[in-house]
Nanobody
Framework: QVQLVESGGGLVQAGGSLRLSCVAS????????MSWYRQAPGKQRELVAAIISGTTKYADSVKGRFTISRDNAKNTVYLQMNSLKPEDTGIYYC?????????WGQGTQVTVSS
């Protein structure tokens, strides 16, 4: 089994920054995708950013403000979020697609005040 633990969420003013971390542990063989999703109140979960074999992908709403990166040795994925906006508020979930299955973290709350 694989476990994902997110950290780094919190309350920040608009224009501020946060850095989310997600550590994957357990029996990991080969990671295909690590990504971040978010879910705002009353909305569906949406992809924020993904890293696939070194290639990154971003939602249009966060391009130029968020950066996803990965430390392979630590099985950790990061999301650097700059110039945060109130509409970035939500629960941020880490997602991992691995050789034997896919997994979700419990989520970390990000709240951006105006």
């Amino acid at each position: 089994q694989v476990q994902l633990v997110e950290s780094g969420g919190g309350l920040v003013q608009a224009g501020g920054s946060l850095r989310l971390s997600c550590v994957a542990s357990g029996r990991i063989f080969s990671i295909n995708v690590m990504s971040w999703y978010r879910q705002a109140p009353g909305k569906q979960r949406e992809l924020v950013a993904a890293i696939i074999s070194g290639t990154t992908k971003y939602a249009d709403s966060v391009k130029g403000r968020f950066t996803i990166s990965r430390d392979n040795a630590k099985n950790t994925v990061y999301l650097q979020m700059n110039s945060l906006k109130p509409e970035d508020t939500g629960i941020y979930y880490c997602y991992l697609d691995e050789y034997r299955g896919d997994y979700w973290g419990q989520g970390t709350q990000v709240t951006v005040s105006s």
